[in-house]
């Protein structure tokens, strides 16, 4: 038992899923180039992407069925969607007992998370590349690190990087309506939002980029969108990232498990299998009379002394059967 303890030590020891999780538990200093990658997708890509996104959904939400002059729909029938499902959105939360403008402000935070959830496709697909992209990176800077840091980056999957969108629900929704109860929405989001709209509208060579758009409104979005994106793309990150931990730690106590399993069997089948051997047999020499070697030799064995006893009897018989017959 303990020669099978000792292999599965061996083998655990030799796991590149041990080596990381090794790793992991001395808290390896990541590359530089696994930093960036992050700062890339994270930062950059995911917090713009989603914020872009997010700022001209809850503008449509909001001004989607504005018409113009003419009383034609300014943003088509798309745009009409987006207002009505707003519409409606909030009405479901007045319905719940939230006054007007704390279910305007549930709206935002609901579909800014809701359209912002169409940018988690491209995340996962980055994320499969991550090892590759951040060693590429350290390469180009010539800070390539051992394959054993790259190895320890938490493995995303579907599960983590849709789990860790959802796991943001929990970080905004909170967010908002404690700010919301302080005031602080308005205060810090929708106010300065419009006085900047405002402005911009005060200043015509500045207003003619933003055309038939409510600059207003467009501002005071902006401004939401700007803090809550930021939330949702932190939460993103580090809770998408700590549900790939433990899925991984799962998979590698599930992996050493079956190898501990196969090890113990591999043990318990071979023992059986040498007992069962058919043992050779030996013939033990027994030590040679050295004085009476010659006798030793010749001494009869145990059949022929038994012949020699039956074969004297019969004969004594047959002669006293003779004499009596005579």
């Known amino acids: 038992m303990t020669d099978l303890t000792a292999v599965a030590q061996a083998t655990d020891t030799q796991s ?7 790793i992991r538990d001395k808290a390896q200093k990541r590359s530089t180039g696994l930093k960036l990658f992050d700062a890339f997708l994270y930062p950059f890509f995911t917090n713009f992407v989603v914020f872009g996104i997010s700022v001209v959904a809850t503008y449509l939400t909001a001004r989607g069925s504005m018409k113009d002059e003419q009383g034609n729909l300014v943003y088509g029938k798309t745009g009409e969607f987006f207002q009505k499902r707003g519409d409606w959105l909030v009405k479901k939360f007045e319905g719940l007992g939230l006054n007007h403008n704390s279910a305007d402000m549930a709206k935002m935070v609901f579909f800014s998370f809701a359209d912002g959830s169409l940018i988690a496709p491209f995340v996962k697909l980055f994320e ?3 090892e590759k992209i951040g060693r590429a990176i350290d390469r180009t800077i010539g800070k ?8 320890a980056e938490p493995k995303q999957g579907w599960l983590s990087v849709l789990g860790g969108r ?3 629900v929990s970080i905004v929704v909170p967010t908002a309506v404690l700010l919301d109860k302080l005031g602080l929405n308005d205060k810090l989001f929708k106010e300065p939002g419009l006085k900047v709209g405002k402005w911009i509208e005060s200043k015509p060579s500045l207003a003619k980029f933003f055309g038939k758009l409510d600059i207003p409104e467009v501002t005071k979005v902006g401004f939401f969108e700007f803090f809550y994106t930021s939330v949702c793309t932190a ?13 991984n730690k799962h998979a590698e106590h599930k992996a050493e498990t079956k190898a501990g399993l196969a090890a113990g069997h ?11 051997q058919p043992q050779p047999l030996v013939e033990i020499a027994k030590p040679a009379n050295l004085l009476g070697s010659t006798q ?7 059949p022929e002394i038994a012949t ?7 004969q004594t018989a047959k002669a006293n059967a003779h004499s009596i017959h005579a």
Do not use: C, K, M, W
């Open 16 to 22: 590149p899923q041990s080596e990381s999780a090794r």
């Open 128 to 130: 499969d590349r991550r």
């Open 144 to 151: 390539e690190a051992p394959d054993a840091v790259y190895a």
């Open 166 to 168: 959802l796991a943001t």
């Open 235 to 247: 939460g993103l990150y580090i809770s998408s990232r700590f549900f790939a931990r433990l899925g």
């Open 266 to 276: 591999h043990g318990d089948t071979l023992l059986p299998q040498l007992t069962n």
């Open 296 to 302: 030793e030799q010749n001494r009869p064995t145990s």
């Open 308 to 314: 020699g006893i039956f074969g004297q009897e019969a």
